[in-house]
């Protein structure tokens, strides 16, 4: 099932949905059901935060390097500033299952040259291919399954013994193995975005992936880390970023005003703030 949902959406596989999208010119693509799903729920997060999240995000993240080795360095920032106008879910259109991606800003001959606008669903597929690893366990009758997809912990019903899972939060930055938290965790999701996994440090400052599509530079809110409990890992997944970026304040007037949905804040001076409701 991962490697069904890898081929469907991963950017960098040939042939993918998403891969079809990105190098289609403009063309209107048919995709997989699924994916024009989940493009949906990506756009309706993105409008939520008014453009805070943005699946079109995808050739500034590339332009700062985050996954090579080594990482960086900090772009000029005449690149980011010719790439910013390509960022902008608003111009992605989808029509039952076929997607348009227009980019009126292109004006290179090659699609993949710099400059062209391209979609990442990077920020919610982890957590729909765990919710969907549940449903199947579901349906094969596992009723007791702890899926950990790294960052992505989902629950299936509790240990067998009855008991919560117990679920480790990572301190952002600490020592190895130092936690924020232990969380009990009973047929729901745990998931956590921040600014400690892919980042890099040039002239003793920080850049992290999270980025900021107004500036094109990684968000810079006060948060080194957010961990959202909620039932839906799709929802999570979304959220751990979107209050990242919108910070502690608004991050926790979303999540308040959110059913069922918990979150924990941390900020980059190491203060631990929770919602109410949130598990010890």
């Known amino acids: 099932l991962c490697e069904r949902y890898e081929n469907l959406w991963s950017k960098t596989v040939e042939g993918s949905d998403i891969w079809n999208i990105n190098h289609a010119e403009g063309q209107p693509v048919e995709v997989d059901p699924e994916t024009a799903d ?20 995808t050739p ?19 690149d980011i500033d010719a790439l910013l106008p390509h960022v902008d879910y608003r111009t992605v259109s989808i029509v039952q299952n076929t997607v348009t991606l227009s980019d009126p800003q292109a004006q290179a001959v090659d699609f993949m040259a710099a400059g ?57 930055f600490g020592k190895d193995g130092e936690l924020a938290g232990v969380t009990a965790l009973t047929d729901r999701s745990l998931v956590s975005s921040g600014s400690y996994e892919r980042c890099f440090k040039q002239d003793g400052k920080l850049y ?52 069922d949905t918990e979150a924990m804040f941390i900020t980059t001076d190491g203060q631990i703030y929770k919602t109410d409701g949130f598990p010890d």
Not at 38 to 57: R, S
Not at 230 to 247: P, Q
Request: aromatic share 6%; proline share 6%; charged share 20%.
């Open 116 to 172: 062209r606008k391209q979609v990442d669903l990077g920020f919610l597929a982890k957590g729909r291919i765990a919710d969907r690893l549940k449903e199947l366990f579901l349906q094969k009758g596992v009723t007791s399954a702890l899926i950990n997809l790294g960052g992505n912990v989902l629950a299936v019903g509790a240990k067998p013994d009855g008991s919560a899972f117990r679920t480790g939060i990572k301190m952002p």
């Open 38 to 57: 989940l493009l949906n729920t990506a756009l309706y997060w993105a409008d939520k935060t008014d453009g805070l999240i943005d699946p079109t995000v």
């Open 60 to 78: 500034l993240s590339d332009l700062w390097n985050f996954t090579g080795a080594p990482k960086g360095p900090v772009p000029a920032q005449a």
């Open 208 to 259: 992290h992936h999270i980025l900021d599509p107004s500036t094109g530079y990684p968000a810079e809110t006060g948060l080194s880390g957010v961990t959202i409990l909620s039932d839906s890992s799709t929802d999570g997944d979304a959220l751990s970023t979107s209050c990242f970026l919108l910070g502690l304040k608004k991050g926790m007037e979303l999540i308040e005003s959110l059913p």
